[in-house]
């Protein structure tokens, strides 16, 4: 319902520019289109070298593995920080929704690898969050001792998160953050990863198909997918844009575009066909007055979505059989 | 031509650059602590075993502080001390988790009924459970506690850690705000001049709390004109010895509580000049006092003795099953060779349990009258809950310290519990504080009216015993 990148857009930061996303369906008809400041469908657009950004670039000469910060660059991370990690700020909700995204990933992953260890229940898992922003679903999957690799491909969200874990000598071993896309990663990391999450991600993608593609790359067979995002429906539309951006003013106007929300239905069909067996579906309902997040039988609005990839390597382009029989991952039978 | 060489410019770059958030973290790192827990008594040495034994938090860093030097008991001495605890059901519970056993090798003492009567009139009221087989609460030694506690603590000690001979002299608070080049802990500067971190610091250093002052967190707190005296007695003879005593004189109460067969401990609450007066007595002199505290009855009226029995008559007529005959103390013949200690009775409250990485527990939140026997066992009460919030948060990959929602269950919790128990003590000792007419008949019908009730008496003794 948040969009991670506002704040930092906001700032002016990369008001012009663009980021490179190859994820498009169509370049050419998406690059006019879509181009308003505080909007993060900036991904429809390769970068466009633009002076303002070139210069910020070559102040940048650090890449993000490195510790040591310019001053410069402090002031500005410290106005950021406070954005991201500030628990009654703008990502206020962020924070909250850990409460029903951390115990659904952390039992969803029990469920299928058991307890490794106590006080570690994630120990020796991979995780990949892809959208990261700050970390702010990263840590606690750290703490829990799982292997986490966050991305995001704005650079300044990774630096934020990259200072903000820094000083917790158990997170500075297991969270590693990365400023690239999926599908770069998706080159190096095939199959690497025991589960993949993207939470409030989906409803920033113009192209679900890539995605799917590069997560069924990246995850181990058997490996799990945790989606949270928005519903599309006249309820969402109420509640997520008219309600949130333009009475409440929780979200800046023009944050979410209605058209990219996606149902749990269209989710799964997508999801299927590459490869993922969709295991749960949960609905989620945030409250702003008191700013708790809560599960809810209604996939209405938000909802959380745990998907495992099949065993088994499908052919491309192969559609399944409709068949009752088609429940259990891993299956050689259904495949042809 | 000259060439200038460039070869140590890289090296002065790098120092240049040289990360000292880096510096400072590889020295401190294996100084930063998970949880650090500021004093070993009762209340410290508990949470510092509940919290090595919880499951979840298997693998936190865990550090004690205490003070003093390290309470180790090989043999219980032959003589009891004199500060001992009532220790509650619910409390016995708690240090059932392996410290309970080396209490009950060491020495305790259960009781099944408990008396507690006026000075001022006849009204009394009696607490046991149903039958009297069922133990309603224990008698430990203070000692004997602190000993089982570390004794257990000692099987834990790959991630509990304890320092003893250990004092603070200041503590830093962190920005809750994440500001960058700041240290986001808690600094607990020692005074051998070491500097620890800790992500989430625990405060039980007892009611003169220096975390809670350093803190800053207002306490709403009163002196009592009291002192209390407390002594191991010798009783006359042997005798079961399963029921503790506590009369309300007009100077404050006198309790006595079951040691073994023939000792008891002796809780003589009264103003500061009387303490002091008992303290000089001789043994003869003292002991006669104790003895017709608890059974002369000089301070009746006859107008209270009159409107008592009139009430208790009434009250026989409405339920003829209740009313309970008054029972006399056994006698003091002497006392141990310990020497009375007496010290000063106050009540204070903190308005808040928790701030920013910063959580207190035990006397250091709350400190109350021993007429109830209960100090200890709301300690022990913070003790189970705040691990438990505690244990719930890690299980959900939470910054311990940060986790405002989770300390805030605790503090809403532990002072929905807690402020009823310490008004009702704070009340008890006002009501019985005076020897005027009015009060003494209003409290001798609330007595009897009370001791009439049995459901009544089972929720009290329900409520004091979680």
Not at chain 2, 176 to 200: C, D, M, R
Request: charged share 20%.
């Amino acid at each position: 319902m948040y969009s991670k990148k506002l704040a930092r857009l906001a700032f002016g930061l990369l008001a012009e520019s663009t980021l490179k996303c190859p994820l498009t369906r169509s370049v050419s008809s998406r690059v006019n289109a879509v181009r308003t400041p505080c909007s993060w469908t900036v991904c429809l657009h390769h970068r466009q070298k633009n002076p303002l950004s070139e210069g910020l670039t070559r102040l940048n000469v650090r890449t993000v593995s490195q510790t040591t910060l310019d001053p410069a660059e402090v002031r500005k991370f410290q106005a950021m920080a406070s954005k991201w990690w500030d628990l009654q700020g703008e990502f206020a909700a962020l924070h909250s929704m850990n409460d029903l995204r951390v115990p659904f990933i952390r039992d969803n992953l029990l469920n299928v690898h058991g307890i490794r260890q106590l006080g570690k229940p994630l120990a020796g898992l991979r995780i990949l969050d892809v959208g990261c922003g700050g970390g702010v679903l990263s840590e606690p999957l750290g703490r829990l001792g799982a292997d986490v690799r966050g991305i995001d491909p704005v650079e300044d969200s990774v630096q934020t998160a990259e200072l903000h874990s820094s000083y917790d000598p158990d997170l500075r071993e297991r969270v590693r953050y990365q400023a690239c896309t999926l599908e770069e990663l998706a080159e190096e990391e095939l199959e690497g990863f025991h589960a993949v999450v993207a939470s409030e991600v989906m409803e920033h993608l113009a192209d679900l198909d890539a995605f799917a593609s590069c997560c069924q790359q990246v995850l181990k067979p058997g490996g799990s997918l945790f989606i949270t995002t928005i519903n599309k429906t006249n309820l969402s539309y109420v509640f997520g844009i008219v309600a949130a951006e333009q009475l409440l003013r929780i979200v800046p106007s023009g944050t979410h575009d209605w058209e990219k929300f996606v149902s749990p239905e269209d989710l799964e069909r997508l999801l299927e066909s590459f490869g993922f067996y969709v295991e749960a579906i949960r609905g989620m309902m945030y409250n702003p007055l008191t700013g708790a997040w809560s599960w809810q039988q209604s996939t209405a609005i938000n909802y959380a979505l745990h998907a495992i990839k099949r065993k088994e390597e499908p052919q491309p382009g192969q559609v399944w059989a409709e068949s009752e029989n088609l429940d259990e991952p891993g299956r050689a039978t259904n495949y042809s | 031509v000259k060439i200038i060489d460039f070869s140590f410019m890289p090296k002065i770059i790098r120092i240049l650059s040289k990360d000292h958030r880096d510096e400072e973290s590889s020295t401190s790192e294996n100084q930063l602590f998970d949880i650090i827990i500021s004093g070993g008594g009762m209340v410290g040495t508990a949470m510092a075993c509940s919290l090595g034994l919880d499951p979840n938090l298997a693998g936190k860093k865990i550090l004690l502080l205490e003070a003093g030097h390290k309470k180790e008991m090989d043999r219980v001495p032959e003589t009891y001390s004199t500060r001992v605890s009532s220790i509650s059901p619910g409390s016995a519970t708690l240090l059932s988790l392996g410290a309970w056993d080396h209490i009950a090798n060491m020495r305790c003492k259960p009781y099944n009924k408990m008396q507690v009567w006026d000075a001022c009139s006849d009204a009394l009221i009696t607490f046991d459970k149903d039958n009297l087989q069922d133990e309603m609460a224990y008698i430990v030694e203070n000692d004997v506690i602190v000993a089982a506690l570390t004794k257990q603590l000692q099987t834990l000690s790959d991630h509990v850690k304890v320092q003893y001979r250990t004092k603070v002299v200041k503590y830093t608070w962190p920005r809750p705000y994440h500001v960058s080049e700041s240290i986001p802990w808690v600094q607990v500067t020692l005074a051998n001049g070491k500097t620890l971190q800790t992500k989430l610091l625990i405060g039980a250093d007892g009611p003169n709390s220096m975390v809670r002052r350093e803190a800053g967190i207002p306490t709403v707190k009163w002196n009592y004109d009291q002192s209390a005296v407390v002594a191991v007695l010798h009783l006359s003879e042997s005798t079961e010895n399963n029921v503790a005593w506590q009369r309300f004189l007009p100077t404050g109460p006198i309790a006595m509580l079951p040691l073994s067969d023939t000792e008891s401990s002796l809780v003589w609450s009264t103003s500061h000049q009387h303490a002091e007066e008992l303290l000089q007595l001789d043994e003869e002199s003292f002991v006669d006092a104790i003895n017709s505290a608890f059974w002369s009855n000089e301070n009746h009226s006859e107008m209270v003795e009159t409107a008592g029995s009139l009430f208790r008559t009434a009250l026989s007529v409405l339920m003829p099953d209740s009313g309970s005959a008054r029972q006399l103390p056994p006698s003091v013949a002497g006392i141990g060779p310990k020497s009375r200690v007496m010290f000063p009775l106050g009540m204070g409250h903190a308005t808040e349990y928790i701030r920013h990485r910063v959580a207190i527990i035990g006397d250091a939140a709350h400190r109350v009258h021993p007429l109830a026997g209960q100090g200890a066992n709301l300690g022990f009460g913070d003790v189970a809950y705040l691990t438990k919030v505690l244990s719930q948060a890690a299980f959900n990959g939470k910054d311990l310290g940060k986790s405002m929602q989770h300390l805030l269950e605790f503090e809403t919790e532990r002072q929905r519990h807690n402020l009823p128990m310490m008004a009702a003590i704070d009340l008890m000792k006002r009501l019985y504080s005076t020897n005027a007419a009015p009060m003494v008949l209003l409290r001798t019908f609330g007595l009897q009216a009370t001791n009439a009730l049995p459901p009544l008496k089972e929720q009290i003794m329900a409520y004091a015993s979680k």
